[in-house]
C-alpha cells in the first residue's frame, strides 16, 4: 500500500511538472517599477519563497484579436484588457479572494517602463484598462503591457502583488472544454449577438464556446453595463471553482492531464510565480472560502459612462493588504462594506436595503442575478441545477 500511494504521488507530481513546462514564462523583472515607489514586501522564506505568505496576483483576459482569437472576437490592432482581478490567496491557504476591477475605472496611471528601455506616459486620471495597452503600444510585448496593469494595480490599491497572470479568449474556452462544461443554471433567457450568447433559462453544461460567450455578453443583458457584466463573469468563475473541486480531478488522471495541458498552455505568467507549490498547497480549499466580488465604485458623477472608486474600497484594499477577509462573516457572506453604500454606487433605479434582521429570511443568492459593487458571493453559491 505504500508503495502505490508514493507511486501515486510520484507520478501526479511528475504531471504537474510535465503540464507546467507549457506555461508561457514571461521575465518582466527589468519593467517592475523601482522599490522605493512599490508597497513593502514581506520577508521570505529562503527555504521556500510563498510559505506562510499571502499571495497576491494579478489575473487579466486579454482583448488579444490576432491568431486563433480573431475568428472568436473579431479583427482588431493593438492588444487590450478585457478583464482585471486581483487574486489574493491567504497565508494560510484558506482563503482565496477574487475582486474585479472595472476597465472604465477613472484612476491615476503611473509610468511605467516598456521592453527596450523606453517609457509610457502617466496620467493624473484615466481609464484603468489604458495601462494595457499603453504598455502594448510602447513595449509591443505582452510582458510591457501586463506589467504595466500590474504596477497600476498596486498604485491604487497599497497592495503588493507577486506577479500577473494572462489568458486570452482562445485559452479561456480551452479550459472550460478540458472540463467536459461547466454546469450552470439559467434563471431566464440570455441572448447578446454581438457577443453570440443565446441561452435558454433552465439548466445547462455550458461549453468553452458558450462560457465565454456569457463572460463577453454585455449588450441586451440587464442594464447593459460592464458593472453588472463582471457580476456574470463571476458568476461563471464561481462556477468552474466549484467544477474543479467537485470533480476530484486529482484522483481522475485522464481528466487531470486534459486539464492541466488546457490550463497551463493557455497561461502567460509573470517571473517568480512558483504555480506547483502555491495548487499543492490550495488543494484543500472549500467553495465557500472562494470569494467574488467587484471593488465598490460607482458612476463618475461628471461622466455616468465612467466609474470611479467609492469610500468603501479603501477598506477592501486595507483587509487584502492586511491578509484579512473581504466578507465578515464567511457562513452568511456579509460584505465589509455597508449593507447599504453610498448612493454614487447605486445605478439609476435601484435601491437598496439593509442586512436583514434575525427575524427576517435570507433568500438565496442567485449568483447571475445583479449585484452592486462591493456585494460578495462564494463559489458555494454557484448553481449546478434550477
Not at 28 to 53: F, H
Not at 117 to 132: D, E, I, L, P, Y
Not at 278 to 295: C, D, M, W, Y
Request: glycine fraction near 8%; charge should be negative; hydrophobic fraction near 40%.
Amino acid at each position: 500500500m505504500t508503495a502505490v500511494l508514493a507511486l501515486g504521488v510520484s507520478g501526479a507530481a511528475a504531471l504537474v511538472v510535465k503540464s507546467l513546462s507549457n506555461v508561457d514564462q514571461v521575465d518582466n523583472q527589468a519593467l517592475v517599477a523601482p522599490e522605493a515607489s512599490r508597497p513593502a514586501a514581506a520577508t521570505p522564506d529562503p527555504a521556500d519563497p510563498l510559505a506562510g505568505l499571502p499571495v497576491n496576483l494579478v489575473l487579466i483576459g486579454s482583448d488579444d484579436r490576432s491568431g486563433v482569437n480573431e475568428a472568436i472576437g473579431g479583427a482588431e490592432d493593438g492588444m487590450r484588457s478585457d478583464t482585471t482581478m486581483l487574486l489574493h490567496i491567504s497565508a494560510d491557504r484558506t482563503r482565496v479572494e477574487l475582486v474585479s476591477i472595472p476597465r472604465d475605472l477613472m484612476i491615476p496611471v503611473p509610468e511605467c517602463t516598456v521592453t527596450g528601455g523606453g517609457t509610457t506616459k502617466a496620467s493624473s486620471s484615466a481609464m484603468f484598462n489604458s495601462a494595457f495597452s499603453r504598455g502594448w503600444d510602447a513595449g509591443q510585448d505582452l510582458a510591457s503591457a501586463a506589467t504595466c496593469t500590474q504596477m497600476t494595480v498596486e498604485q491604487i490599491s497599497g497592495v503588493r502583488t507577486d506577479g500577473f497572470m494572462v489568458v486570452d479568449f482562445a485559452g479561456f474556452q480551452t479550459m472550460v472544454d478540458a472540463l467536459d462544461g461547466v454546469p450552470m443554471c439559467i434563471p431566464e433567457d440570455m441572448d447578446d449577438e454581438d457577443a453570440n450568447l443565446h441561452l435558454t433559462a433552465g439548466n445547462h453544461v455550458l461549453s468553452g464556446t458558450e462560457a465565454l460567450a456569457l463572460a463577453r455578453a454585455r449588450h441586451g443583458l440587464s442594464d447593459g453595463s460592464d458593472t453588472y457584466r463582471m457580476g456574470r463573469q463571476q458568476a461563471l468563475l464561481a462556477a468552474l471553482t466549484q467544477s474543479v473541486l467537485s470533480k476530484n480531478i486529482l484522483t481522475d488522471l485522464p481528466s487531470l492531464i486534459r486539464f492541466l495541458d488546457a490550463a497551463t498552455s493557455s497561461l502567460s505568467i509573470s517571473g517568480g510565480v512558483d504555480l506547483k507549490g502555491l495548487a499543492f498547497s490550495l488543494r484543500s480549499v472549500r467553495p465557500e472560502a472562494v470569494t467574488f466580488l467587484t471593488i465598490p465604485s460607482g458612476p463618475m458623477p461628471s461622466n455616468p459612462a465612467r466609474v470611479v472608486l467609492a469610500d468603501e474600497a479603501q477598506d477592501v484594499w486595507a483587509r487584502l493588504a492586511a491578509d484579512q477577509p473581504v466578507v465578515e462573516d464567511e457562513a452568511t457572506g456579509t460584505p465589509t462594506t455597508p449593507a447599504t453604500p453610498d448612493t454614487a454606487t447605486i445605478p439609476p433605479g435601484d435601491t437598496t436595503t439593509g442586512a436583514p434582521t434575525d427575524t427576517e429570511t435570507v433568500a438565496p443568492v442567485d449568483p447571475l442575478a445583479d449585484r452592486l459593487p462591493g456585494e460578495a458571493i462564494t463559489s458555494a453559491d454557484a448553481k449546478e441545477t434550477c
